[in-house]
């Protein structure tokens, strides 16, 4: 009973870590720097009520970081370490969203491109995974989640592009299997996990959607980057300036068509009084760039009345010592 009780005193007090690790990817010539941020201890503790509130903390201290150095001197060598794309890992055995999934995702979509992630789908069969991916996204549906939406295909694109367009969608939540293990099966070296009835082969796309989710990485890598750039930290920086600078400028045409790709009452997600206390402050600043106008159409017609009479020679009276006095200016 002593041990028991340890033992929850311990897993009270597990808090969420931040473990970011940065590797430089070259292929084919071309060089790519990866941050991968890592999050142990995620949803372990008996009251995991705040638990994401260290992950809310990191994503906002890049999007400060990045606008501050986006307004310092040297702005044309800035180092992104924003969060482009979150892969939300979902428990294959909850059937379906947890409470706690719910809470992290609507906390966080309006700040980061979550991508759902079924783990461990090696321990369900394919009708259990198909059911489960329908569940998750009518829940993800029913609680006005915002996922990162994967960019339609143009006309001009060709088929095979528009194909695997289609299956990463329909592939949405993707469900993979992860393994450290090299196996060697029929003569080839394949990554995976062996079992007593065969081996589950993580790059087979019959057995997950691995190749999937890499794919959708390194393919629409740009667009995350974009989506980013024009949404999610311009909705920041709004913020940002709302609380007491000047008002930010208008969305760009690529911001506008990106947030059209989510749902208009979501897309954004801020509160009505902090958009009502931004529409104050556009009131507020207009009524005074009002008042400026008038005083300087004034003074410039002041200034215009004094060059004509200094021109004429038109003598200006002035008051003085409760008379009349008269001279020229």
């Known amino acids: 009973m002593i041990l028991y009780l340890f033992v929850i005193a311990e897993k ?21 720097r990866l941050t991968v941020v890592d999050t142990p201890g ?25 606008l501050q150095d986006e307004s310092g001197l040297n702005r044309r060598h800035i180092i992104d370490n924003r969060v482009h794309c979150c892969f939300y890992f979902i428990n294959p055995s909850g059937h379906g969203l947890r409470p706690l999934d719910i809470a992290f995702m609507k ?12 783990a461990k789908a090696d321990t369900l069969t394919k009708q259990e995974v198909l ?31 528009r194909e695997q367009c289609r299956q990463l ?31 589950v082969e993580v790059e087979n796309p019959e057995h997950c959607d691995f190749i999937k989710l890499r794919t959708m ?18 909705n920041f920086r709004a913020d940002k300036l709302a609380g007491g600078g000047p008002v930010p400028a208008k969305k760009s045409v690529r911001r506008a068509a990106t947030e059209d790709r989510y749902d208009s ?9 902090q958009a009502q206390e931004l529409s104050e402050k556009e009131s507020e600043l207009l009524a005074k760039e009002q008042e400026l106008r008038l005083m300087q159409e004034k003074l410039a017609k002041m200034q215009a009345e004094m060059d004509a009479q200094r021109r004429n020679g038109t003598p200006q009276k002035i008051q003085q010592n409760g008379g009349v006095k008269t001279h020229d200016v």
Request: hydrophobic share 35%; charged share 30%.
């Open 107 to 118: 906390a966080v979509h309006h700040k980061v491109n979550i991508v759902p992630v079924i």
């Open 12 to 32: 009270i007090k597990q808090t969420v870590k931040i473990d970011a690790s940065t590797v430089e990817i070259e292929e084919r010539g071309v060089k790519l």
């Open 42 to 66: 995620f949803g372990d503790s008996l009251n995991s009520v705040d638990c994401f509130k260290p992950i809310i903390q990191y994503v906002d201290d890049q999007f400060e970081r990045y």
């Open 265 to 273: 009452a979501e897309s954004k997600r801020r509160p009505e009084s």
């Open 169 to 199: 969608k329909e592939a949405v939540p993707f469900a993979v299997i992860g393994a450290n293990t090299v196996l060697e099966v029929k003569g080839r070296k394949v990554r995976g996990r062996m079992y007593p009835w065969g081996v």
């Open 217 to 234: 990485l390194i393919t629409h890598m740009q667009d995350l980057q974009e989506v980013t750039q024009e949404v999610h930290y311009e």
């Open 131 to 161: 059911a489960l991916k329908a569940k998750v996204m009518s829940q993800i549906d029913e609680f006005g989640i915002s996922i990162y939406p994967l960019p339609d295909c143009d006309s001009d694109e060709d088929e095979d592009y």
